[in-house]
């Protein structure tokens, strides 16, 4: 008995042509069709960092801390 592969290379089918022909035209009208992806303008300057004190004793009642306290005090 034989097998009915053989063992050199295999030709193209046409199914498999028209298969990967199909694919690259779906991803191509993917593409053209999503949003366009803008890159993101320049934020607007924050204000600029704190220096840490030279000595320490960085803390300062901000908004968040009091908001904190509030919260953990209830």
Do not use: C, I
């Given at each position: 008995?034989?097998?009915?592969?053989?063992?050199?290379?295999?030709?193209?089918?046409r199914r498999g042509f028209f298969v990967g022909a199909a694919t690259?035209?779906?991803?191509?009208?993917?593409?053209?069709?999503?949003?366009?992806?803008?890159?993101?303008?320049?934020a607007p300057a924050a204000a600029p960092e704190r220096q840490p004190?030279?000595?320490?004793?960085?803390?300062?009642?901000?908004?968040?801390?009091?908001?904190?306290?509030?919260?953990?005090?209830?």
């Amino acid at each position: 008995m034989q097998d009915s592969q053989t063992a050199g290379p295999v030709p193209s089918s046409r199914r498999g042509f028209f298969v990967g022909a199909a694919t690259v035209g779906a991803a191509a009208a993917a593409v053209t069709v999503l949003p366009k992806v803008a890159p993101a303008p320049d934020a607007p300057a924050a204000a600029p960092e704190r220096q840490p004190p030279e000595k320490g004793g960085g803390y300062s009642l901000s908004e968040h801390v009091k908001r904190y306290y509030r919260t953990a005090s209830a």
